[in-house]
Every structure is written in C-alpha cells, then in structure tokens.
C-alpha cells in the first residue's frame, strides 16, 4: 500500500517535471540570480576601528549552505569560528557551512584595519 502511493507520486512527479520544466527551472534560476551578499560597515572609529560584517541569503526560496568569502589574512582570532571559520589563507566559511534560511542574515563584529570579503562559492538546497 505504502509502496503503491510512493509509485504513484513518483509519477506525479515526473509527470509534473515534463509538464511545467520552466516552473522548476525558473525556481532554480531565481536563486541563482540571488547571490550571497557580504555587507560592512564600520560601528567603531576607535583604533583598531570596528566593522560589522552582515552575511544574507538573498534568495527567498532556498536555504544556502557552505558559503565560502574570499578573506584575505582574515585572523581566527577575530571572530567566533561557528561565525566565520578560517579554513585556509583567503579562504573562510560562514555558519560551519551549515545553511542560512532564505533571506537569513548572519552578523559579526571585528575590530581590525578593515579586511576586504566576498563570497567565493556556495550551493542552493533547492538546486
Ligand atoms: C556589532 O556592533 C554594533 C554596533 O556597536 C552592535 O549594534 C551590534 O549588536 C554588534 N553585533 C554583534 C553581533 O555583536
């Protein structure tokens, strides 16, 4: 029984995917079209200033996992690995790679001469 209703969603499915392709093509698109933003600002003008940095899912659909930013010599020591985690010069992931929601934004602070990021790479769920 359980079997035969799998059977026949399987086939509602696929017969849904040869209907409508440009629906779920246009879904997939959409995403792709929303790229992870990297914001900063500077909250402190002490010495060293102070930035905080604001990471968000830009699409409204999918959760995004593994968003990898381009963070020059970005030191561990500044942040919270869970926040952002160094994983090689130039090379740092945001949230542990785990997913953002659709539309979440994650936030940090540092306190440094400011270090220039943007994301390098990161995967859609719903992809
Ligand atoms: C970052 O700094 C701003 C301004 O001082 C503050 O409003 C915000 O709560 C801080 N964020 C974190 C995650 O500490």
Same mark, same amino acid.
């Given at each position: 029984m359980k079997m035969q209703k799998q059977r026949v969603l399987t086939f509602l499915l696929f017969t849904a995917s040869l209907t409508f392709p440009s629906l779920i093509h246009s879904l997939g698109a959409k995403c792709a079209a929303n790229a992870p933003s990297v914001q900063q600002t500077q909250v402190g003008n002490g010495y060293p200033p102070k930035f905080m940095v604001e990471v968000q899912n &830009? !699409? =409204?659909?999918c959760p995004v996992i &593994?968003?990898? $930013? %381009? !963070?020059?010599?970005? =030191?561990?020591? $500044? /942040?919270n690995p869970r926040l952002l %985690? /160094? /994983?090689?010069p130039d090379d740092c992931v945001v949230n542990g790679g785990l997913p953002l929601s659709p539309l979440q934004e994650i936030s940090f602070n540092y306190s440094h001469q400011k270090f220039l990021m943007h994301p390098s790479s990161w995967s859609f769920q719903c992809e």
């Open positions: &830009n !699409c =409204p659909m &593994n968003i990898h $930013l %381009k !963070c020059g010599g970005f =030191p561990q020591a $500044l /942040v %985690k /160094v /994983v090689a």
